[in-house]
């Protein structure tokens, strides 16, 4: 009698319904594991900007002596007269003035030049 009540007390599956059951289990643990794949991929992504942002700080760190040192050399005297020398042409009392003249022919400006006054100082045109 027991095993009459057994057998009618267990849960019995038919053959479709089984394979059912099996599929949405299977389908259960991709998506489990697809699951926790994922802070893994973004785990791996912070990494990699991670070393992109060390190695923009390394090239502003380069950049910050860089521009330290400019700034050094900037406050020396001697510096600041040649890079005026050099990049102004201005000149300190004393300082004799040469001044090439090329013919007007030469010197071919385009029209509408913004400083017009170039060509009077280079040709010498009065």
Do not use: C
Not at 11 to 20: K, M, N, S
Not at 73 to 97: H, N, W, Y
């Amino acid at each position: 009698m027991q095993r009459s009540l057994l057998k009618g007390a267990r849960f019995r599956l038919g053959r479709l319904r089984r394979r059912t059951a099996i599929s949405l289990v299977l389908l259960a643990v991709v998506a489990l594991a697809a699951a926790s794949l994922l802070p893994y991929r973004q785990f791996r992504d912070q990494g990699k900007s991670i070393d992109r942002k060390k190695q923009v700080y390394i090239e502003l760190q380069d950049r910050r002596e860089e521009l330290t040192s400019q700034l050094a050399r900037a406050r020396d005297k001697k510096v600041v007269e040649r890079q005026a020398r050099e990049q102004m042409s201005l000149v300190t009392p004393g300082d004799e003035i040469f001044r090439v003249v090329v013919p007007p022919n030469i010197i071919n400006l385009p029209p509408g030049w913004h400083l017009p006054g170039v060509s009077h100082l280079v040709a010498g045109d009065s």
